[in-house]
């Protein structure tokens, strides 16, 4: 994570530096700009650090790109203000100094506003840096009994943040009565609820039936369902739900059949590249109307050496 928040503090550096061309001109050096623009810049490039090694953590990979690309441009955006601002404060821009206003006024007032936009926006990720820590520990596997305890007291009397309940909710450590309780809960809590991989198989049943398909597409790809609740989300009203099963040993061959032969070609494909099925079940996928249905078969096909 060091190395991460040095490197993105470099680039930043080195944009900032590019933009603002402290070479050009004596004013463009003072000290207060490059003071409030390197403590802005820097902050967020930690902070960019910390969002991206939770994301690695998590196994986030498209998430962990996508981040460390955003922090970076807010970093330049942090610095760019904290380097103006000092500018205004020492007076230090032309345009300022001689507004209809006068120097002292104007420059007070820019400046007041460049440090109450920078305390806001600051003020903000400090939150949402406390947020995500909180969540990250919720997450944690290797939780004690007491912070398990604790946990549960704060997010059953709703004193956790939003962030800080899902993790935990997720967390297969969480007590099966919470994770009861929170399946009629919110969206979020149930979707929470259903990737829980020690849920039990009574609340995922629940879930199984719930009227939002992302909630049951999330139990559709849970390992402790039993077969009997496979083969029921194998006939499911939404087509993600019926890829999911697709992956589940424990779905029943029937199911399966059926689902090869399903209406949609993004779910045939799914059982496509299935190694389940038979020889002739795979010939008849080769042969599907359906581009991405043939690619996926052609995969299971290669593996056992079929020309």
Known sequence: MIAVGLGLSLAVAVIVVVLTRPWGKPERRAPLPWVLAATMGG???????????????????????????FAGAIAVAYSLLGYVTGRVLTGTIPAVNTARLGPMPMRALLGAAG??????????????????TLAKHARRADLSPADVMALSEKVSTGAASEDEALAFLENPLCPPELLARFAGGTHDQRVAVARNKEVPVAVLETLSRDENPEVRWQVAGNTRLPAETLARLATDSHEWVRQTVTWQKALPDESFRALLQDADPQVRAAAARQPRQTD??????????DESVQRAARFIADQRGWE
Do not use: C, H, N
Request: aromatic share 12%; proline share 2%.
């Open 43 to 69: 902050f967020m490039a930690l902070f960019g650090a910390v969002a991206y090694q939770d994301a690695i953590d998590q196994g986030l990979w498209t998430s962990a790109s996508v981040t460390i690309g």
């Open 115 to 132: 440090v109450g936009l920078s305390l806001y926006w600051i003020g903000g990720d400090v939150l949402q840096w406390r947020d995500m």
């Open 280 to 289: 002739e079940e795979l010939k008849r996928m080769l042969a599907d109307p």
